[in-house]
């Protein structure tokens, strides 16, 4: 539990991003939920951008605590089995209603909205997760062509966050309102098994347009 003043302001942010996204979050009701006041934000942080980024950080190193995206795995194991690995984690932060679901709130509330600091954001994620993704699909695909990596990375977040994105959340995924584990960990199973034949067909694509490129 935070103990510091700056500590409850970046975990009050946290659950107010999560809630209201970027744009829909407003820095009384962070401040009111850390029992502060606004001088307090810009003692600590200076602007609203900079406790974002506090918090975006504090609530991915919460969902990689229960969801690391590099999994148990060791750095020789294959580059699809890292994929999946990341793929699992970001898939079950999203059936998460704790902290460790935050950091995907955060990500569906905010990209593509307006007023959102969209490439600030995707400079902090590539950081966080984005750049094991990429090196790991590099591997895959057997490309270092930035483009078809850029391609890759694109396919693999929509289908892995395609649960977290959803407008009413996991309602019509399963037979009831309660899944038991094992229905959202066969759901997730499914998922991560369509992000790999996907990524495997487009690389069957790709090598076949290089083919081509190389006898025309």
């Given at each position: 539990?935070?103990?510091?003043?700056?500590?409850?302001?970046?975990?009050?942010?946290?659950?107010?991003?999560?809630?209201?996204?970027?744009s829909g979050?407003?820095?009384?009701?962070?401040?009111?939920?850390?029992?502060?006041?606004?001088?307090?934000?810009?003692?600590?942080?200076?602007?609203?951008?900079?406790?974002?980024?506090?918090?975006?950080?504090?609530?991915?190193?919460?969902?990689?605590?229960?969801?690391?995206?590099?999994?148990?795995?060791?750095?020789?194991?294959?580059?699809?089995?890292?994929?999946?690995?990341?793929?699992?984690?970001?898939?079950?932060?999203?059936?998460?209603?704790?902290?460790?679901?935050?950091?995907?709130?955060?990500?569906?509330?905010?990209?593509?909205?307006?007023?959102?600091?969209?490439?600030?954001?995707?400079?902090?994620?590539?950081?966080?997760?984005?750049n094991h993704?990429?090196?790991?699909?590099?591997?895959?695909?057997?490309?270092?062509?930035?483009?078809?990596?850029?391609?890759?990375?694109?396919?693999?977040?929509?289908?892995?966050?395609?649960?977290?994105?959803?407008?009413?959340?996991?309602?019509?995924?399963?037979?009831?309102?309660?899944?038991?584990?094992?229905?959202?960990?066969?759901?997730?199973?499914?998922?991560?098994?369509?992000?790999?034949?996907?990524?495997?067909?487009?690389?069957?694509?790709?090598?076949?347009?290089?083919?081509?490129?190389?006898?025309?």
């Amino acid at each position: 539990m935070a103990s510091n003043p700056k500590e409850k302001l970046i975990d009050s942010a946290v659950r107010v991003f999560a809630d209201k996204g970027y744009s829909g979050a407003k820095v009384a009701d962070i401040v009111n939920g850390a029992g502060a006041n606004i001088a307090a934000v810009n003692y600590h942080f200076g602007s609203k951008d900079k406790l974002f980024v506090c918090a975006l950080r504090q609530a991915f190193a919460d969902a990689d605590e229960v969801y690391p995206s590099r999994g148990a795995l060791s750095d020789d194991a294959s580059a699809k089995d890292h994929i999946a690995a990341i793929a699992r984690a970001i898939l079950r932060r999203s059936f998460d209603d704790g902290k460790a679901g935050n950091f995907n709130k955060i990500m569906s509330r905010t990209m593509c909205v307006p007023g959102s600091p969209v490439e600030m954001i995707l400079k902090e994620v590539d950081e966080l997760e984005l750049n094991h993704l990429a090196n790991q699909l590099g591997q895959f695909l057997v490309s270092d062509d930035p483009t078809v990596i850029s391609m890759a990375i694109s396919n693999f977040i929509v289908l892995a966050t395609i649960i977290s994105k959803r407008p009413h959340g996991t309602q019509g995924l399963f037979n009831s309102d309660n899944p038991s584990p094992e229905e959202i960990e066969l759901l997730i199973e499914k998922q991560v098994s369509t992000i790999i034949a996907t990524l495997s067909a487009f690389k069957s694509l790709t090598q076949q347009q290089a083919a081509l490129g190389q006898t025309s």
